[in-house]
């Protein structure tokens, strides 16, 4: 194992930007080891760089373009060798492909394109990396999902979006079901209405910082937090 911190070693996907580099600097900030991952090595390296900049944290770029699966399997076999340890898997990186497209006229390439990157590449992902998180001793899966996929009440129009939420927090439920007696805690977030690029331009304003403090809370939960559970900053939210 190369350099290591007091609370471990954290992986945020699409973390170049929004809500995911925050998140990552806030875990930075708590002393995780941060393997900052994008889909954009150079952007990662900047990022990186920029977090780690004068704070004596340690912050790493990873590439990871999660809706390709040789590059989520090169990036697991990289995590494997250097640092060979994972305590803290936040599903961040998320695209807005069909929003506002109305649910009875929709446009499939761009439902399958949501489907891919939010669910698929996080599924994925969580998959190449359990071996490494079920060697931790405190093991947690965030995935960063959306009140728009929550069924009890969802309305609607943006299909894609909505449905690849929803099936990222079917796969909370079913993972969560399944490793619960490993020490494990898998939950879903929704960061709420954020000022980022996919938030601001529908007129977002809540600060990155609160909507990443939400995804903060479920990555460093102590062993006798929730586990399956759907929370909005801190609070449940129906599934
Ligand atoms: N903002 C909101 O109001 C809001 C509300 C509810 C939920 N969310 C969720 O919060 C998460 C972060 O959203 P955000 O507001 O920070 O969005 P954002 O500003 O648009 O950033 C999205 C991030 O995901 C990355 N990404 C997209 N496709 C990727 C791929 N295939 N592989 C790796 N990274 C990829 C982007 O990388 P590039 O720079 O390379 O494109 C970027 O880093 C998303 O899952 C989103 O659905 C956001």
């Known amino acids: 194992m190369s350099e290591q911190s ?9 973390a170049n930007r929004g809500i995911g580099r925050e998140v990552a600097r806030q875990l930075a900030e708590r002393g995780y080891e941060v393997l900052l991952s994008a889909r954009d090595g150079e952007k990662a390296s900047a990022a990186a760089a920029e977090l780690a900049e004068g704070t004596g944290a340690v912050v790493r770029a990873l ?17 494997q060798a250097d640092p060979g340890r994972l305590d803290v ?23 399958q394109a949501a489907l891919e990157t939010n669910f ?9 990396l359990l071996g490494l998180l079920r060697k931790s001793e405190h093991p947690r899966i965030v995935n ?5 996929g929550g069924v009890a009440e969802m309305g609607g129009w943006s299909p894609g979006y909505r449905v690849s939420k929803a099936a990222l927090n079917a796969m909370t439920r079913i ?5 619960a007696g490993e020490g494990f805690l898998v939950n879903s977030a929704c960061p ?3 000022n980022t690029d996919m938030g601001g331009p529908m007129g977002a304003k809540k600060p990155v910082k609160d909507g990443a403090a939400g995804i903060v809370w479920l990555a460093t939960l102590p062993d006798d937090g929730p586990t399956g559970g759907f929370f909005r900053d801190g609070k449940p939210v129906a599934f």
Do not use: H
Request: overall charge negative; hydrophobic content about 45%.
């Open 6 to 14: 007091g609370n471990g070693v954290a992986l945020v996907t699409g």
């Open 63 to 79: 590439t990871l373009d999660v809706a390709d699966p040789a590059s989520i399997a090169a990036a697991a076999e990289q995590v």
């Open 89 to 111: 898997l936040v599903n961040n990186a998320g695209i807005g492909s069909d929003f506002g497209v109305s649910g009875v006229d929709p446009d499939f390439d761009k439902i």
């Open 120 to 128: 698929y590449g996080a599924y994925r992902l969580t998959i190449a």
């Open 144 to 148: 960063v999902s959306s009140g728009m």
């Open 175 to 179: 993972l969560s079901t399944e490793l």
């Open 192 to 194: 709420g209405f954020v």
